[in-house]
């Protein structure tokens, strides 16, 4: 359903104030491709117009106490939208700058360091996602590690797509927070792999 009237509109953002996961799945359904395409558009990634997807309705999920007071919800979700993608592209161009302390590296004779490193990775992130609530730990499992949809963790949970989402969301963001003091340690990794998404 389209939230075309301001009378539907109020109704949808009080009810998402009162926690509704009902009218969330209706805005997040409304609007997710806007988003999408918007970050895409920018950032010539979908892996990072993905992300900005989940980040942007997470942000809105955890401020939904106070969206009663929004007077427009197409407005609200532009700044947001806005904003994350601007503060993607700042910490994109902030990493992508240091490109350059990196140029002298000999590929040939780092290839054993660079297994290492990425052998160390794998085993902080391990360790953070061990620290997970439980549901979360479970759903970033079977999406990363299984490669599952979903949609078909959904139905091996027994719960809905949307809910899927939301731990997932929950689960990158606590990820990322807790990773990002050892992005140095891998930052020419990160660095190489980064390039390699924004390339056209």
Same mark, same amino acid.
């Given at each position: 359903?389209?939230?075309?009237?301001?009378?539907?509109?109020?109704?949808?953002?009080?009810?998402?104030?009162?926690?509704?996961?009902?009218?969330?799945?209706?805005?997040?359904?409304?609007?997710?491709?806007? /988003?999408?395409?918007?970050?895409?558009?920018?950032?010539?990634?979908?892996?990072?117009?993905?992300?900005?997807?989940?980040? /942007?309705?997470?942000?809105?999920?955890?401020?939904?106490?106070?969206?009663?007071?929004?007077?427009?919800?197409?407005?609200?979700?532009?700044? /947001?939208?806005?904003?994350?993608?601007?503060?993607?592209?700042?910490?994109?161009?902030?990493?992508?700058?240091?490109?350059?302390?990196?140029?002298?590296?000999?590929?040939?004779?780092?290839?054993?360091?660079?297994?290492?490193?990425?052998?160390?990775?794998?085993?902080?992130?391990?360790?953070? /996602?061990?620290?997970?609530?439980?549901?979360?730990?479970?759903?970033?499992?079977?999406?990363?590690?299984?490669?599952?949809?979903?949609?078909?963790?959904?139905?091996?949970?027994?719960?809905?797509?949307?809910?899927?989402?939301?731990?997932?969301?929950?689960?990158?963001?606590?990820?990322?927070?807790?990773?990002?003091?050892?992005?140095?340690?891998?930052?020419?990794?990160?660095?190489?792999?980064?390039l390699y998404i924004l390339l056209p």
């Amino acid at each position: 359903m389209s939230i075309n009237s301001s009378s539907e509109q109020n109704k949808l953002l009080y009810e998402l104030s009162q926690g509704s996961e009902l009218a969330f799945t209706q805005l997040y359904n409304q609007y997710k491709n806007i /988003v999408f395409s918007t970050a895409l558009k920018i950032t010539k990634s979908k892996i990072l117009a993905e992300e900005a997807v989940q980040d /942007v309705f997470l942000k809105i999920w955890q401020n939904h106490e106070n969206l009663a007071e929004i007077a427009s919800i197409e407005n609200y979700l532009f700044i /947001v939208s806005r904003n994350h993608i601007f503060d993607m592209i700042k910490k994109i161009a902030r990493e992508t700058s240091l490109i350059s302390e990196i140029e002298h590296i000999n590929t040939s004779s780092n290839d054993t360091d660079t297994i290492i490193k990425d052998d160390q990775y794998n085993v902080i992130l391990n360790q953070i /996602v061990e620290q997970l609530p439980f549901q979360q730990q479970k759903i970033y499992k079977m999406a990363k590690w299984d490669g599952l949809s979903h949609q078909k963790i959904g139905e091996d949970l027994g719960i809905s797509t949307e809910t899927v989402k939301k731990h997932m969301a929950l689960a990158l963001k606590f990820v990322r927070h807790k990773i990002s003091p050892y992005m140095n340690m891998f930052m020419s990794i990160l660095l190489f792999l980064m390039l390699y998404i924004l390339l056209p």
